[in-house]
C-alpha cells in the first residue's frame, strides 16, 4: 500500500541550527502538509502545498519556516535558527484531493513522524 | 468554540468488546470531511476512517465505523471486538472548505483507549 515516507525518523540538533526534514508523500496525490505535535499535546496544523506554492499556513510558520518542493517526488521542510520549543513531532501528509466531500480522495494520509529534539 | 471536540480523555474497554470513542465538530461550511486518526505509543498517525459531510450512508472500515449524526453534528467511532492492539490515542479531526482544496485538517484533543485483557 502506498504511504508517506519521512526521513528523519530522529534529529536531535543544538539551538540555533538549520533543519531540513524531508518527505516523499504518496506519488498520485497533489496536497501536501506539514503538521506538528508537541509532546503530549494536539496536533497542530503548519502548512498546505498546493500546485508549488503555500495553499495555506497557520500563525506557527512564520519566517523561521520554509518549504519547497525542490523535484517531482521531495516535500521538505526548513526550520531555521531552532529554538527549543520547536522540539515535537513533525508530521508530513498528504491527498489526492479530488471530489467533492464524499468519498475517499479527500483522505489525507500521514508519514511516521519525525521526532525533532532541540537542545 | 473548539472546532472539533473530544470529550473522554480516556477510555477502558475489556478485550472483544465493542468501544464508542465520541467526537462533536463545529462548522458552518456545508462541504467538510471527518477523519478519525489512531497515534500508538510509537508516535505514528495511523488513518482508520473517512466521512465526507455529502455522503449518505455512515463509513466502515473493517472493526471500525462511525456513527455520523449530521444533525447533531456528531462522528462518533465505533470499534468492534476491541483487541489488546488497538491501545493507543486516538484523534477525530475536520477538514472544511470546497472540493480540491488543500485546507487544513482541525484535530480534537484525543482519547487515549486502553484494552484490558
Known amino acids: 500500500e502506498p504511504e508517506v515516507t519521512q526521513t528523519p525518523s530522529h534529529q536531535v540538533t543544538q539551538m540555533g541550527q538549520e533543519v531540513i526534514l524531508r518527505c516523499v508523500p504518496i506519488?498520485?496525490?497533489?496536497?501536501f502538509y506539514w503538521y506538528r505535535q508537541i509532546l503530549g499535546q494536539k496536533v497542530e496544523f503548519l502548512v498546505s502545498?498546493?500546485?508549488?506554492?503555500?495553499?495555506?499556513k497557520s500563525e506557527i510558520f512564520d519566517d523561521q519556516f520554509s518549504v519547497e518542493r525542490p523535484d517531482g517526488s521531495n516535500f521538505t521542510l526548513k526550520i531555521r535558527s531552532t529554538k527549543l520549543e520547536d522540539s515535537a513531532m513533525y508530521f508530513c501528509?498528504?491527498?489526492?484531493?479530488?471530489?467533492?466531500?464524499?468519498?475517499?480522495?479527500?483522505?489525507?494520509?500521514f508519514g511516521e513522524g519525525s521526532w525533532l529534539t532541540v537542545v | 468554540a473548539q472546532k472539533i471536540t473530544q470529550t473522554q480523555p480516556g477510555m477502558f474497554v475489556q478485550e472483544k468488546e465493542a468501544v464508542t470513542l465520541d467526537c462533536t465538530y463545529d462548522?458552518?461550511?456545508?462541504?467538510?470531511?471527518l477523519f478519525w486518526y489512531k497515534q500508538p505509543s510509537s508516535g505514528e498517525m495511523i488513518f482508520l476512517i473517512y466521512?465526507?459531510?455529502?455522503?449518505?450512508q455512515n463509513a466502515t472500515e473493517g472493526r471500525y465505523s462511525l456513527n455520523f449524526q449530521k444533525a447533531r453534528k456528531s462522528a462518533n467511532l465505533v470499534i468492534s471486538a476491541s483487541q489488546l492492539g488497538d491501545s493507543a490515542m486516538y484523534f477525530c479531526?475536520?477538514?472544511?472548505?470546497?472540493?480540491?482544496?488543500?485546507?487544513?485538517?482541525?484535530f480534537g484533543s484525543g482519547t487515549q483507549l486502553t484494552v484490558l485483557p
Open positions: 462548522t458552518s461550511d456545508p462541504s467538510y470531511g
Open positions: 502545498f498546493y500546485n508549488n506554492e503555500i495553499s495555506e
Open positions: 501528509a498528504s491527498s489526492a484531493g479530488t471530489g467533492r466531500y464524499s468519498g475517499s480522495g479527500n483522505t489525507i494520509y
Open positions: 466521512q465526507g459531510s455529502y455522503d449518505q
Open positions: 479531526a475536520m477538514r472544511e472548505g470546497q472540493r480540491g482544496s488543500a485546507r487544513q485538517l482541525t
Open positions: 506519488s498520485n496525490h497533489l496536497y
